[in-house]
Nanobody, 124 residues
Framework: VQLQASGGGLVQAGDSLRLSCTASGRTLSGYGMAWFRQVPGKEREFVAAFGRSGGIMYADSVKGRFTISRDKAKNALYLQMNSLKPEDTAVYSC???????????????????WGQGTLVTVSS
């Protein structure tokens, strides 16, 4: 599975962005899918995910502001980010794995396939 993330950019606090992650090589049906983010010098942080059988998990820091979604026809994963804050600044990466159940979605080590990151910068 090859993943391609896009949609990052420079925005102001309060603005919105939509990240996309498109997959090739295999359909994502039955895969757990997630967004993680990382600030240089810090550990990778879980953002949001689908378990392989459905269900959604969000990090507490993004609940109510971010929405994860998917388009099975396009084999794509999305992250709608609203009310962005400077602390949301990071490189955002998508990840998928067929073994991910809902309870394990936040553990980055469980994911086999990763896309390259897309940088989101939120200015104050």
């Amino acid at each position: 599975v090859q993943l391609q993330a896009s949609g990052g950019g420079l925005v102001q606090a309060g603005d919105s962005l939509r990240l996309s992650c498109t997959a090739s090589g295999r359909t994502l049906s039955g895969y757990g899918m997630a967004w993680f983010r990382q600030v240089p010098g810090k550990e990778r942080e879980f953002v949001a995910a689908f378990g392989r059988s459905g269900g959604i998990m969000y990090a507490d820091s993004v609940k109510g502001r971010f929405t994860i979604s998917r388009d099975k026809a396009k084999n794509a994963l999305y992250l709608q980010m609203n009310s962005l804050k400077p602390e949301d600044t990071a490189v955002y990466s998508c990840a998928v794995d067929p073994s991910i159940i809902l309870s394990s979605t936040r553990y980055s080590s469980r994911y086999r396939y990763w896309g390259q990151g897309t940088l989101v910068t939120v200015s104050s």
